[in-house]
């Protein structure tokens, strides 16, 4: 039988994940988006903060998942285009695309200026291809540490 008030519940939240989608959810924009090429790179969305001492620093993985969204969906032009209702199926694979991304981190405790430490992303690959995304080759990425006092 029907449930009508599960049906409502269940517009509700596919509603709320599109608005959260389309309004953006991450770190503030650090890149110009590039769509020419296809291929969304995970890592050039990451930047590394560093701080406290030196010999006692500590590392944070920031991810601007605003602009490696709008890159997948192929720009902002395009995320205007979609209508909220039509394009749920669409936008939900994005979504289950990005939200299988995990990131790593060698080292993020007791560093020095000077060190490196080396971010890895790993995602769900059948999510990437049902959303039609490529996020490329590139697995990891290094970053030097500067700025501790």
Do not use: P, W
């Amino acid at each position: 039988m029907f449930n009508h008030r599960k049906f409502i519940l269940k517009i509700t939240a596919a509603a709320m994940t599109v608005t959260l989608f389309m309004t953006g959810c991450g770190a503030g924009k650090n890149q110009k988006i590039d769509t020419a090429d296809g291929v969304t790179n995970i890592l050039d969305y990451v930047t590394v903060d560093f701080s406290g001492k030196n010999g006692e620093g500590t590392a944070f993985v920031n991810v601007d998942y605003d602009g490696m969204e709008t890159e997948m969906v192929g720009g902002e032009k395009k995320i205007k285009e979609m209508d909220e209702v039509e394009d749920l199926t669409e936008l939900t694979k994005y979504i289950n695309a990005v939200s299988s991304i995990s990131f790593s981190i060698d080292k993020n405790k007791e560093l020095s200026n000077g060190d490196q430490v080396i971010v890895s992303v790993s995602y769900d690959n059948s999510a990437a291809q049902a959303a039609g995304v490529n996020f490329g080759d590139q697995s990891s990425k290094t970053f030097e540490v500067k700025g501790l006092k």
